[in-house]
């Protein structure tokens, strides 16, 4: 089991912001994942895994295959108090779900490092 | 209201990694807190402010005075996969709460850049 945050990466977003915004993401997906998956997700740890995309359109892309797969998912939009204009799309939040699951989505991507 | 994510900036983590800790923090305090402060939170737009401290003793010492007054908070200790020692404690999640509580025990740290 797992979550799984898709960071904008062309964006260059600071470190904090970064991390504000995968919270947004985290808490999203979180709260509209399956209690039953959420138990078993915190049993094994609740693995976080950050990972990153280069533009937009990789990111609708991926909100889309992730609706298509019934994974739950938030889509973070930013409210530009900072760094970026209001209503930029930063992040998308996957899961908590199964980790063979959100690998069909998001096993090509590379760690944010 | 808001919630706050505090950083050991001296394990000088990654953007990834950070992000994660930071999402661990959130999360966990996100369960410890009242239903009605999350609620107005919510409704609030969901604040969230990354600050930084630069040493475990200071991630302590805000833990204490958070308890003290009552803020829901939680303390992350990093499962040790990647970066840093199994058992790290790295991160602070704070609240959500009324701004007022938790600038009493946060006011005086730098924003994470």
Not at 25 to 32: D, E, F, I, N, T
Not at 49 to 72: G, H, R, T, Y
Request: with cysteine.
């Amino acid at each position: 089991m797992k979550q799984v945050m898709i960071v904008r990466n062309d964006l260059k977003l600071s470190k904090g912001k970064t991390a504000a915004q995968c919270c947004h993401a985290c808490l999203g997906s979180y709260r509209k994942a399956d209690p039953e998956k959420i138990r078993k997700w915190s049993n094994d740890g609740e693995k976080k895994v950050i990972v990153k995309v280069n533009s937009l359109e990789e990111l609708f892309e991926i909100k889309e295959i992730a609706k298509k797969n019934n994974i739950p998912n938030y889509l973070v939009k930013d409210a530009g108090r900072t760094e970026i204009p209001r209503g930029t799309f930063t992040c998308l939040g996957l899961g908590p779900d199964e980790d063979e699951i959100i690998d069909k989505v998001t096993n090509d991507l590379k760690l944010l490092g």
